[in-house]
């Protein structure tokens, strides 16, 4: 049996568009089909990542603490941070994450030493991470953090989506559901088939895709 010897199959913007609109089926293309279905494959993909599954967006970052302010800026790329250490010499510790509520329960803010702990500030014009205690001017704190990043835009029909090869199939299945629930005169069953169609091909990919680690509950015991 001859086979092709490749495994570099994946599918430029246009081509799940094109596959996605064939799934719906109904009634003729619209004029602006492309560009409705460009703006839901970007809708979709955040929908990915707020549930925190885009798992092949995850990075890693670096900065220095500083010795007088207690926040750095992350670049506008980073959604949110899943965990961090702080380097010192070779070493990592980790760095446990508060709340900003806790953080601004601190008595002060201004103590020097190893940062312990971080607390994420999250707005419109990106995530600040504040750390404390403040880095001791003796010492030269590094802090790692791994984050989720945003998915690159399909600005683009000539483009491929953001997303490894695996991913396709439950990116365009996902695509022909939303584009379906906008275009007019698809029956409720289609919709409800193609929507049941996404949510078994989605949870296979996300199956395939979560961490592969062994997940351990210890209760905790107190006295009081």
Do not use: C, H
């Not at 609109?21 to 492309?34: F, K, P, R």
């Not at 069953?189 to 395939?208: C, H, S």
């Amino acid at each position: 049996m001859a086979l092709s010897g490749t495994t570099a199959f994946n599918l430029e913007i246009d081509e799940i568009i094109n596959e996605a609109l064939s799934q719906i089926g109904g009634e003729v293309t619209q004029g602006d089909d492309v560009t409705q279905a460009r703006r839901s494959l970007d809708l979709l993909l955040r929908e990915w990542q707020n549930k925190g599954y885009a798992l092949w967006k995850t990075d890693l970052g670096t900065f220095t603490a500083s010795t007088s302010q207690p926040y750095e800026v992350l670049p506008t790329n980073v959604i949110n941070v899943i965990m961090a250490v702080v380097r010192q010499a070779s070493t990592d510790l980790e760095v446990s994450r508060i709340t900003m509520g806790d953080y601004e329960r601190l008595p002060t803010k201004t103590q020097t030493g190893r940062p312990t702990q971080y607390a994420m500030q999250l707005d419109t014009s990106g995530p600040t991470m504040y750390y404390w205690p403040l880095a001791d001017a003796a010492d030269t704190y590094t802090i790692r953090y791994r984050y989720f990043g945003y998915t690159d835009d399909s600005s683009k029909s000539t483009y491929n989506a953001d997303v490894p090869t695996r991913m396709l199939p439950a990116l365009t299945a996902g695509l022909a559901y939303k584009m379906a629930i906008k275009r007019a005169g698809i029956p409720d069953t289609r919709i409800a088939l193609l929507k049941g169609i996404y949510d078994e091909v989605f949870q296979t990919a996300f199956d395939a895709d979560r961490e592969r680690t062994s997940f351990y509950v210890k209760p905790s015991f107190r006295v009081y």
